[in-house]
């Protein structure tokens, strides 16, 4: 059952060929190595881009009106939901992470990220320019990455990392950030959450305790239903669109 405290999320910005592809990789094989389980999600700005072949049978499948394809392989699964993105907020494409996810790493989808408070960021930069320029419209900064010499700033107290050299580094800037939070969620999976419309909504431990012992009773008394109290169950009510 997923816990009341939200996935960390670090976002992952700069512009175009600064490293952000780069900086994932070493940020997941880092946070991986810690036994972190980390997702990841990647802005494409490819107009018409689809991860699907035409020609091939998931093609053809969404051509013929299909909302949503899922392809299964021996060591893959892959969701293809044909929906407009183009509005769609960072929760809304966030949640459709796995619940027992640690943290999120997403790259690009600086729109979105930049002036979030609740979103670390780490900026990739080729330039002491592109630093100082940054400082001014992307809050909060946790790390500039870069592969450039020439990108020091004796403006700038943001630490400033070489990530093809000190990756660890990164990591453990990371890591102090979101350490704790994810020790926390995971101290508290086991709790009752309620999210409406990708809103999660403050519930104190007495109210969680109030909640599952009341969907448990009612829950139990269902054919079929086997309760024994340790289950994660999962309830979904939706409205039908008129």
Known sequence: M???LPTPIIAVVGSRHSGKTTTVEAMVRGLAAKGYKVATAKHIHQTGFTIDT???????HSQAGAHTVVAVAANELTTIKKVATTKFSLSEIVKNCDDNIDVIVVEGFRGLAAQDPAVPKIVTV???REVDEATQVIKPILAFTTMSPHAESDKVKTPLVDVTKEPERLIEIIDKCIGPIITKRRETRDSTSIDINGNMLPLNPY???VTRNVLFGVISTLKGANIRGNENIKITITTPET
């Open 207 to 209: 109210v969680q305790k």
């Open 54 to 60: 035409q020609g091939r049978d998931t093609w053809r």
């Open 126 to 128: 080729k330039s002491k």
């Open 2 to 4: 997923p816990t009341n």
